[in-house]
């Protein structure tokens, strides 16, 4: 059977690709480029494809940047830095962004005779992120279900687990954690001080393992 995971190049949906392919599905990956200030992450999205032998297909649609606005999409913001459940990290929300995204990927999915659409929604973004939540979900379930005939089934398996129990899945699966991206800023190193960061830093810290990627400041593990 085949499914599309919809795929950022972060922590959670790599766990996602990795733990949809280990099911028996033919997998299939869709990035997006949605005006975002870096497209780092797509770069690590990338190098997990290729070592997973996964087809990748990259969307632009930087025009969304030019419709909404958030630390993420516009330059004269600052990304907020500070822990991930704090009020100014509502400034890193981008208006409706998995609303577009999931309707683009179940076209895709729709052409290929996908019967899954995998998206690694989870508990830690509900606070922030209200295109994260399970009520959405079912919302978008339903809507993507009856977008077309084929039945298209929208899956989230994530989105009542926590980031370090995400951790402890791809742990498991053997997930390659420093072909990963997290951190809001594009720099050479994850800049540890962006809610992103934090949230993951914390999950590695949690389950006791050392994050393999490097940081700018030092962090005892």
Same mark, same amino acid.
């Given at each position: 059977? $085949?499914?599309?995971?919809?795929?950022?190049?972060?922590?959670?949906?790599?766990?996602?690709?990795?733990?949809?392919?280990?099911?028996?599905?033919?997998?299939?990956?869709?990035?997006?480029?949605?005006?975002?200030?870096?497209?780092?992450?797509?770069?690590?999205?990338?190098?997990?494809?290729?070592?997973?032998?996964?087809?990748? +297909?990259?969307?632009?649609?930087?025009?969304?940047?030019?419709?909404?606005?958030?630390?993420?999409?516009?330059?004269?913001?600052?990304?907020?830095? =500070?822990?991930?459940?704090?009020? %100014?990290?509502?400034? %890193?929300?981008?208006?409706?962004?998995?609303?577009?995204?999931?309707?683009?990927?179940?076209?895709?999915?729709?052409?290929?005779?996908?019967? &899954?659409?995998? #998206?690694?929604?989870?508990? =830690?973004?509900?606070?922030?992120?209200?295109?994260?939540?399970?009520?959405?979900?079912?919302?978008? +379930?339903?809507?993507?279900?009856?977008?077309?005939? %084929?039945?298209?089934?929208?899956?989230?398996? #994530?989105?009542?687990?926590? +980031?370090?129990?995400?951790? $402890? $899945?791809?742990?498991?699966?053997?997930?390659?954690?420093?072909? /990963?991206?997290?951190?809001?800023? =594009?720099?050479?190193?994850?800049?540890?001080?962006?809610? /992103?960061?934090?949230?993951?830093?914390?999950?590695? &810290? &949690?389950? =006791?393992? +050392?994050?393999?990627?490097?940081?700018?400041?030092?962090?005892?593990?």
């Amino acid at each position: 059977m $085949r499914a599309v995971v919809v795929l950022s190049g972060g922590m959670d949906s790599t766990t996602l690709l990795y733990d949809v392919k280990s099911q028996g599905y033919e997998v299939y990956a869709i990035s997006f480029l949605y005006g975002q200030k870096h497209s780092k992450e797509l770069e690590f999205a990338k190098k997990t494809c290729s070592l997973l032998s996964v087809p990748h +297909k990259i969307v632009n649609i930087s025009f969304f940047a030019e419709l909404a606005t958030s630390a993420l999409t516009t330059k004269t913001w600052d990304v907020p830095e =500070g822990y991930y459940t704090d009020s %100014t990290m509502k400034q %890193t929300v981008v208006p409706n962004r998995n609303m577009v995204l999931l309707a683009i990927s179940a076209a895709y999915a729709i052409s290929l005779g996908a019967k &899954k659409l995998f #998206y690694g929604a989870h508990a =830690g973004d509900h606070p922030i992120y209200p295109d994260c939540r399970k009520e959405f979900v079912e919302a978008m +379930k339903n809507a993507l279900y009856l977008a077309d005939y %084929t039945g298209l089934e929208l899956e989230a398996p #994530y989105v009542d687990m926590k +980031k370090e129990d995400i951790l $402890r $899945r791809g742990l498991e699966l053997g997930v390659d954690f420093s072909l /990963t991206w997290s951190c809001y800023k =594009g720099g050479q190193k994850a800049c540890g001080r962006c809610g /992103t960061c934090t949230e993951r830093i914390e999950a590695f &810290k &949690k389950v =006791g393992v +050392k994050d393999p990627i490097e940081y700018e400041i030092e962090i005892d593990w």
